[in-house]
């Protein structure tokens, strides 16, 4: 099995900048699809920001310029680098891997992008 653990949430004033990781804590992290997803309150969970196992990316077109998706397999940790934050970004962040029928969540690390 495998354990999804988010880290760096927290409050940021609008423009500013935090950066979230996931660690897996199983094995085979390497060849697992992985992304950001979130959720406000109110709203559909959406994926923001995805990375394969070649290292492709793809984001939802509100943060296409401000955010970066990335991985250090030999960490097995994923990070979301976020900048020039918005108020509307506020939400908890969920950590996602699939591979196959195999697919693991987070337990999610708020985000609040407010002065």
């Known amino acids: 099995q495998v354990q999804l653990v988010e880290s760096g949430g927290g409050l940021v004033q609008p423009g500013g900048s935090l950066i979230l990781s996931c660690t897996a804590s199983?094995?085979?992290?390497?060849?697992?699809?992985m992304a950001w997803f979130r959720q406000a309150p109110g709203n559909q969970r959406e994926l923001v920001a995805a990375?394969?196992?070649?290292?492709?990316?793809n984001y939802t077109d509100s943060v296409m310029g401000r955010f970066t998706i990335s991985r250090d397999n030999a960490k097995k940790t994923l990070y979301l680098y976020m900048k020039i934050l918005k108020p509307e970004d506020t939400a908890v962040y969920y950590c996602?891997?699939?591979?196959?029928?195999?697919?693991?969540w987070g337990q999610g690390t708020q985000v609040t992008v407010s002065s």
């Open positions: 996602h891997g699939n591979y196959g029928r195999y697919r693991y």
């Open positions: 199983g094995r085979n992290f390497d060849i697992y699809t």
């Open positions: 990375i394969t196992e070649n290292f492709r990316t």
